[in-house]
């Protein structure tokens, strides 16, 4: 069973606007909750990650929200720029360090 | 500064084959991962490796060995291939004590036929 369910599978955005992605996972014993960015052809690229001990972690146009107790988080993409136009990974690791991934959401931003 | 290096990057393979991954990383990494990507899949783990000469299944480990060949080189092997493993391959490394995230190669590309 998937592990961490990622949506939407794809999203088209216009310059400007607000990307949102959404994951849900069901263990607990998840402790470390990253995202990565990927572009074709290329292998995937840490963009934020976060903890459970805090709600909310912004890096630039980026910001992790996290709801421990509904076990969901997402990612928000402030700005939407054609050049975050990629594959999305919402994924999760706990104490055995295995790193469990979604199945990936494609942004399109649009001029 | 290399990071994780993937060869080859890619390769066709007939049904039954075998062939070998190879992995390598730079960082001093303990923790080694080798993942498959499928469209609408996602990243699924196939085996990953904690430490120098541990390994340990992931999601998706039948129809793989891997050796964890000393603490920078981790191998992936498909000893008859299947079309069914035809795939994008990615190796990661991770350094557990500071639970950094993972670090990349940039993927093998294999098509069995």
């Known amino acids: 069973q998937q592990q961490v369910k990622q949506s939407p599978q794809s999203l088209i955005v216009q310059k400007g606007g607000i990307s949102i992605i959404n994951c849900a996972y069901e263990?607990?014993?998840?402790?470390?909750f990253p995202w990565y960015q990927q572009f074709p052809g290329k292998g995937p690229a840490l963009l934020i990650a976060i903890r459970p001990d805090v709600s909310e972690k912004k890096e630039g146009r980026f910001t992790i929200s996290f709801n421990k107790s509904a076990k969901q988080f997402s990612l928000h993409i402030m700005d939407s720029q054609p050049g975050d136009s990629a594959t999305y990974f919402c994924a999760a690791m706990g104490s055995t360090d295995k790193l469990i991934f979604g199945t990936g959401t494609r942004l399109q931003v649009f001029p | 500064n290399a990071g994780v290096t993937q060869t080859p990057k890619f390769q066709v393979l007939k049904t039954g084959q075998s062939m070998t991954l190879q992995c390598a990383q730079d960082m001093n990494h303990n923790s080694m991962y080798w993942y498959r990507q499928d469209p609408g899949m996602g990243l699924r783990l196939i085996y990953y490796?904690?430490?120098?000469?541990?390994?340990d299944k992931g999601e998706v480990p039948n129809g793989y060995n891997v050796s964890r060949l000393n603490k920078r080189e981790f191998s992936l092997r498909l000893e008859s291939a299947a079309p069914s493993q035809t795939s994008v391959y990615f190796c990661?490394?991770?350094?557990?004590?500071?639970?950094?995230?993972?670090?990349f190669g940039q993927g093998t590309r294999l098509t069995v036929v």
């Open positions: 490796s904690a430490s120098e000469g541990t390994t």
């Open positions: 263990n607990t014993a998840f402790d470390y």
């Open positions: 990661a490394s991770s350094e557990a004590l500071d639970r950094l995230s993972a670090f």
